[in-house]
């Protein structure tokens, strides 16, 4: 069974600059969550999707980061435009289907993002 | 919104030593799951478990959920057990994340 794929693994921008990361979910997981993880610190959750709605981006700062999940399947994050303490990696990881609020997390590899 | 405490925060081992971490958290969870991140930075999954004892080989872990919290075995410790372990506890189909032990086994 495949992975969660994510792209680019690296990503070197200068501050103002915008930048989008891609991933596509393990087939047939219906939910998918971004992270943030900064160097030294746990992963933060930025948003999670159910399908293609949101169900969580309490902590997503809006005025810069937007993301998608078109048909329900791979997603987007965007970061527009981009700030110093962006820089981090951007982990994407989706949940098993038959329990949707219990299953296991599988994780992706996650997008590292250096902002100049 | 629910705490998550790892310990101990570093560690350094001789190769073949053994060692346990611990993961305290605040309130109820739905389960909890323990990763190892490689120095690439991508999360393995070690173990789903949201109660009772599992073990995978040199590992295994115990989640006591009356008394939140969980303890990782590693037993017979190889310089490629280095890297950081990080328990995540799920509240309401959201992972929680602690800040992680940083596990260096020296040969």
């Known amino acids: 069974e495949a992975g969660v794929a994510q792209s680019p693994r690296y990503k070197i921008i200068e501050k103002r600059q915008s930048v989008a990361f891609w991933c596509n979910p393990i087939s047939g997981h219906a939910t998918l969550y971004w992270y943030q993880q900064i160097l030294g610190q746990g992963p933060k959750l930025l948003i999670q999707?159910?399908?293609?709605?949101?169900?969580?981006d309490s902590q997503l700062p809006k005025d810069r980061f937007s993301a998608e999940r078109l048909k329900g399947v791979d997603s987007t994050l965007k970061i527009q435009p981009a700030k110093l303490e962006d820089s981090a990696v951007y982990l994407c990881?989706?949940?098993?289907?038959?329990?949707?609020?219990?299953?296991?997390?599988?994780f992706g590899e996650g997008s590292r993002l250096t902002v100049l | 919104g629910i705490q998550v405490e790892q310990s101990p925060p570093d560690l350094i081992l001789q190769e073949g030593a053994n060692s346990t971490l611990r993961c305290n958290f605040s309130?109820?969870?739905?389960?909890l799951q323990w990763f190892h991140q490689n120095p690439w930075g991508q999360l393995i999954n070690l173990f789903y478990i949201p109660s009772g004892t599992k073990q995978n080989g040199r590992l295994s872990a115990t989640t006591v959920a009356t008394e939140r919290y969980s303890l990782l075995y590693i037993s017979s410790s190889q310089t490629t057990d280095s890297g950081v372990y990080f328990c995540?506890?799920?509240?309401?189909?959201?992972?929680?994340f602690g800040q992680g032990t940083e596990l260096s086994v020296k040969p």
């Open positions: 990881a989706s949940r098993t289907p038959h329990r949707v609020w219990t299953g296991e997390l599988f």
């Open positions: 995540a506890v799920n509240q309401g189909g959201k992972l929680i």
């Open positions: 309130d109820s969870v739905n389960n």
């Open positions: 999707f159910q399908n293609n709605g949101v169900v969580d």
